[in-house]
């Protein structure tokens, strides 16, 4: 395999393939760069189903599927709305084993609660009538301060996370 100019995309590619398993992303603050991370590496097309670059809400709402209550209870850029997003992105890509989301805050004119900080979701298929695939998330703080910068520190960071994912093994 060609390595890309993130590494970490390829190990991701690489464990992915390994695994035989497929990924779907849904990225909002990162504006589709975890999808040019993954596809920049060669063979990408195996295991990366595409990304749904849901910016505004109610495109989340439109495309994926996010409930217009979940937005204006939690908000764009929560927690909440990062798991319904993955949720909803497994169940509209029928040949993605995996749907992980990104959403968060990288201003400017954001609320210094939230001023660059990121959500990330992981959801399984399930092969049950299990309500709640999301099996994993978390939350981080950008180092940066540039916008451009806080996007592709964000792409990283969500692409290395996955990659951490024990469960991304099968």
């Known amino acids: 395999m060609t390595s890309s100019f993130f590494p970490e995309a390829a190990q991701l590619v690489d464990r992915l393939r390994k695994a035989s398993l497929r990924i779907a992303l849904a990225e909002s603050c990162t504006c589709g760069m975890a999808a ?63 749907g992980a989301a990104i959403t968060g805050h990288l201003g400017p004119h954001a609320p210094a609660a939230i001023d660059g900080r990121i959500f990330v979701s992981l959801a399984r298929r399930q092969t049950s009538s299990a309500s709640n695939p999301v099996l994993s998330r978390s939350e981080f703080v950008l180092s940066t301060a540039s916008r451009l910068d806080r996007q592709r520190e964000a792409a990283q960071i969500f692409i290395c996370w996955i990659l951490s994912q024990e469960s991304m093994a099968g």
Request: glycine share 8%; aromatic share 8%; proline share 2%.
């Open 36 to 98: 040019a991370l993954l596809g920049g590496v060669a063979g990408a097309s195996e295991v990366f189903c595409g990304s749904a670059v849901t910016y505004r809400e109610s495109v989340k709402s439109d495309w994926l599927g996010v409930a217009p209550d979940t937005l204006r209870v939690f908000t764009a850029e929560s927690q909440q709305t990062t798991d319904e997003m993955a949720r909803c992105l497994i169940q509209r890509t029928r040949e993605a084993d995996w």
